[in-house]
């Protein structure tokens, strides 16, 4: 059987560490992946309190506050002038 996701890490893996100059050890044996995989433990994600992920929806109407306020930050001038600062 074709393990295509194996694959893939073993190669991103090889690669990674290619670029590392570890090149000793590499494999592209699904087997002893799987093994090596079997043995690491991923801790369960836990979040931290109190910071907020800004969805797009609220990224969206805060930037139409911003720019109700004239505060958009499109980089004209009144008057549809552009500044040039040297």
Partial sequence: M???HI???AAAANLRATNF?????AT????AIRKMVAGVEV???TP????????PEEAEAEA???EAAGGGGG???AGGETQLHC
Avoid: H, M, R
């Avoid at 592209?28 to 087997?31: A, L, V």
């Avoid at 931290?48 to 969805?55: L, N, W, Y």
């Fill in 7 to 9: 694959q893939y890490v």
């Fill in 28 to 31: 592209f044996d699904d087997d």
């Fill in 43 to 45: 801790p369960s994600f």
């Fill in 64 to 66: 139409k506050a911003k």
């Fill in 2 to 4: 074709i393990s295509y």
């Fill in 75 to 77: 980089g004209a001038a």
């Fill in 48 to 55: 931290k309190e109190g910071v907020k992920i800004q969805t």
């Fill in 21 to 25: 100059g570890i090149v000793e050890g």
